[in-house]
């Protein structure tokens, strides 16, 4: 292990496609490493590649484990992960650092590089998903294992964060381990350059005509987004209402969703760009922001949006959107994949739209310094374990 003098602190996980955690690590790591200067930051990944890999601080070292995927499927980033736990072992071995940090699928590969290492260090894991749920709607085998996995490794690590009360109450079932066990930090969404995007002019005729509605969308066009419900909304909003139907975001559910649009006769009034580098400018301006997910374990869009003054309508899906706009006082909530209630909420919040300034206020609650304050205490707690242990 690297002297406690000038402490390595190490974040392990798969790659930096656009997606939340990705977005959340590059703001965690930036952050600590500006207020820490003294400390060294790795970010471990099992492959240094995606959209997100230009937004990791100069200030924090990348580590490549060029690792190859053995899983040629959808899930890109486990597939990722298990091929890199020789190559992580190795780095354990050379560089030593004082403390771990793990997420999501890179949670079992850093305890069984830790054991496998030798190499005495404190290993913090950080669940993102509801380990019940997620099974449960998963067809996959080793999916359906993973909470039996969770309940004979993780009481190993030497903390546990949840994103969210939700997810830690489930944990805690899955695994048996003790709740107080598991502290609950939410993610550190927004950030002053977050802020100074959202200023940011947007060339499209859809964004100038104050006579036109435009409803909002961003995420990864995943089954679990279910945008097809969002898209159904929309087509009765749009007998009620001029207005336009914008989603930010790339994935496999393209096709689907495109049909639905020429099913609907939508084509034009649904623009679907892809992954942009900016999605706040089109919060800042869109008239309603509407997350349709099936699940979230946190939903960093939604404060995203809030942030950027942009009234929100959100599925009551478990756990972190009811959690965040504290059970609907910031914002409307619709049951899972309800096409029709979602509508009448985004017609509603279109007519009495809430003060924007406020919503702005509540989003500054998952702001980076206070957010980042509780992760960076999280890292001091655990590097005082490892030089109590030194003496």
């Known amino acids: 292990m690297s002297k406690i003098s000038k402490p390595k602190i190490a974040f392990f996980y798969s790659c930096l496609v656009a997606g939340g955690i990705e977005a959340f690590l590059c703001r965690l790591t930036r952050w600590i490493a500006e207020k820490r200067p003294d400390w060294e930051i790795d970010l471990v990944l099992a492959r240094a590649e995606g959209e997100l890999l230009p937004q990791v601080s100069p200030k924090v070292r990348i580590v490549d484990l060029k690792a190859k995927p053995i899983l040629l499927t959808k899930r890109l980033r486990l597939g990722y992960t298990l091929p890199a736990t020789p190559k992580f072992v190795r780095y354990l071995k050379s560089e030593r650092p004082n403390a771990l940090f793990a997420f999501y699928t890179t949670n079992f590969p850093a305890l069984w590089g830790r054991w496998l290492s030798g190499v005495s260090l404190p290993v913090i894991i950080n669940e993102r998903v509801h380990p019940t749920l997620y099974a449960r709607v998963s067809y996959n085998l080793i999916d359906r294992l993973i909470p039996l996995l969770k309940r004979l490794f993780y009481p190993y690590a030497d903390a546990i964060v949840a994103v969210s009360r939700g997810v830690a109450d489930d944990l805690a079932k899955v695994t048996r381990i003790p709740r107080e066990r598991i502290r609950v930090i939410y993610n550190p969404v927004v950030t002053p350059d977050l802020l100074q995007k959202a200023k940011e002019p947007i060339e499209h005729p859809w964004f100038s005509d104050s006579y036109q509605r435009v409803i909002l969308g961003v995420g ?172």
Do not use: H
């Open 220 to 391: 990864r066009l995943s089954v679990e987004k279910d945008f097809l419900t969002l898209i159904k909304a929309f087509a009765l909003v749009r007998q009620e209402r001029l207005a336009k139907l914008v989603i930010l975001g790339e994935g496999e559910e393209r096709p689907r969703l495109e049909a639905l649009v020429k099913e609907l006769g939508l084509e034009n009034d649904v623009w679907m760009p892809g992954f942009v580098d900016n999605p706040f400018k089109f919060m800042a301006k869109a008239s309603v922001f509407v997350l349709s997910s099936m699940c979230e374990s946190f939903g960093n869009v939604l404060v995203e949006a809030l942030a950027c003054g942009c009234p929100v309508v959100s599925t009551d899906c478990p756990s972190g959107p009811s959690e965040i706009l504290e059970g609907g006082k910031w914002g409307k909530l619709v049951p899972v994949g309800d096409y029709e209630k979602l509508a009448k909420a985004i017609l509603e919040t279109i007519e009495n739209p809430p003060d924007r300034e406020k919503l702005k206020q509540r989003g500054m609650d998952f702001y980076i310094d206070k957010i980042g304050q509780e992760w960076l205490n999280l890292v001091t707690e655990m590097l005082k374990v490892v030089k109590m242990k030194e003496v």
